[in-house]
């Protein structure tokens, strides 16, 4: 099993060209989120339509394990240093082996980016006390990607949603 793949099922099926498939027993669901107020280098972090850093925590698509269900998504071929660029990408996740969970035989061992306990808990918190939104830009992309590989999307944010601009830190040097 040489050739590597990347199950994706929100923000990363906009930029991929792959295979859509199915990722069983797990359902997509809004449930991480960053701190908007921490810098962190080499992340983001977003500003409002003042340009101003709203205090909030924007959240992002998660899959969690849920018997019967399935995620929706697109399978792409990654090589090692594409993996190293994603697991440094995707803060807010692990990767995991889902290759037998994923109808289809695609020749590879598939990963996908599920939430980090952490992440999953302050989007929850954030929750709680009002303060998670979505980034409408965010939403916008992964509804442009699942459209352009004609692929089912209709999870509507629980949280608002609001015009943020994304900002990149750079990393150290």
Known sequence: MDRAFVFGYGSLVQSAAGVPCRLEGHRRRWGVAMDNRRTIPGYKYFLDPKGS???VCVA???AGPEPGAHVDGLAFPVDPAALVGLDA??????RVDVTDQVDGA????V????????????FAAAVRDGSAVVSRAYLEDVRR???AHGLPFDLEPPVPVRDLTLVRVPGPR
């Not at 990408?89 to 692990?94: D, S, V």
């Not at 695609?106 to 061992?109: A, D, E, P, T, V």
């Not at 990963?111 to 302050?122: D, N, T």
């Open 89 to 94: 990408r995707e803060r807010n996740y692990r």
């Open 106 to 109: 695609l020749g590879g061992r």
């Open 53 to 55: 850093r709203p205090a």
């Open 145 to 147: 990607g699942f459209a």
């Open 60 to 62: 992002f698509l998660d």
């Open 111 to 122: 990963w996908a980016y599920l939430g980090l306990e952490e992440a999953r808990g302050r």
